[in-house]
């Protein structure tokens, strides 16, 4: 809820947030914070928290503004970055992401992705490879992203002298694996 005053001619905006109440004063462009520490703060756009260092953060399209209990203003740009629930960096800059929604792919440094996150699990095999799991199979992709291994074996367990060991299912003998080498 928002309430403005008018003090003369210089507009003072009151910000209800709960039980926390922030004061502005648009003529001179400080803010007044009095209650907040590790809160999140509930709007109608979602766009206003409290940070771990006590400050007000608020998000407005492209631009976030950071203002302390001081009521020093910080504007800087905003850059709306996805949270990973796990990084893993890459030799060629790239990073392996797990998602929030338990999915993994593949981004450079400014989060475009090279790999969309659609696989249940990616994970380093060595500088140059990566093995990816899709549904309960597995399968090899370049750290670039390529597929060079389609994901239908049940592991790949190891990579030396250019071959992949790999095990899939015996189609002989219910219940067993059989072991393979694939040259790439």
Do not use: C, H
């Amino acid at each position: 809820m928002k309430k403005n005053l008018f003090i003369g001619q210089k507009p003072i905006e009151f910000y209800f947030f709960e039980n926390k109440i922030f004061k502005f004063d648009k003529s001179s462009g400080i803010w007044s914070l009095w209650y907040s520490k590790d809160e999140t703060l509930s709007s109608s756009t979602g766009d206003i928290n409290v940070s771990d260092d006590n400050q007000l953060k608020l998000i407005k399209g492209d631009v976030v503004i950071y203002i302390d209990s001081e009521g020093s203003v910080l504007e800087e740009s905003y850059i709306d970055e996805p949270e990973y629930l796990e990084q893993i960096p890459l030799k060629n800059g790239y990073f392996i992401v797990k998602l929030i929604d338990g999915y993994w792919g593949i981004v450079d440094d400014e989060n475009n992705y090279a790999v969309l996150a659609q696989y249940d699990m990616i994970s380093p095999i060595n500088v140059k490879y990566l093995r990816f799991k899709a549904g309960n199979k597995w399968g090899v992709m370049s750290i670039e992203g390529d597929i060079l291994i389609d994901a239908k074996y049940n592991s790949i367990e190891s990579y030396s002298n250019g071959e992949f060991v790999v095990t899939k299912a015996d189609p002989s003998k219910l219940g067993e694996s059989i072991s393979e080498k694939i040259e790439i």
